[in-house]
């Protein structure tokens, strides 16, 4: 298989780069937190941001998307404001469930993402 990116713009791979390497990011300091014991959870998604983000960039802005868990990758896609991401994940008033969860099993219509149900066994 021979991949080129001749019909991309330079522009256009500078904004997928970024896209791919904002949850990267965020997944490498939280798991360095959680091994500091500075958070007590966090479920990483490394190595699933191309999928979450190439899926997501592949949209409209006025089409949903319907993601896992695990998929970071799809609420920074949608440029969800990281200040209210991380409310919800500590389950703060500010986050999309107003504090009454603290993961990322949620959905918001302003954005798009249809909240999921985690398929895991308790």
């Not at 091994?35 to 999928?51: H, L, N, T, V």
Request: glycine share 10%; aromatic share 12%.
């Amino acid at each position: 298989m021979k991949f080129s990116a001749d019909k991309i713009s330079n522009k256009k791979q500078l904004e997928l780069y970024k896209a791919l390497k904002k949850p990267r990011l965020i997944e490498e300091k939280m798991l360095s937190l959680l091994r500091q014991g500075k958070i007590s959870k966090w479920f990483s998604g490394i190595g699933q941001e191309a999928i979450a983000v190439g899926c997501t960039m592949a949209l409209d802005k006025d089409e949903f998307i319907f993601p896992m868990h695990r998929n970071l990758g799809v609420f920074t896609s949608r440029e969800i404001p990281l200040y209210n991401l991380f409310c919800q994940w500590q389950g703060k008033t500010a986050g999309f469930t107003n504090g009454r969860d603290r993961s990322f099993h949620f959905g918001t219509l302003d954005y798009k993402v249809i909240g999921m149900i985690s398929h895991l066994g308790a």
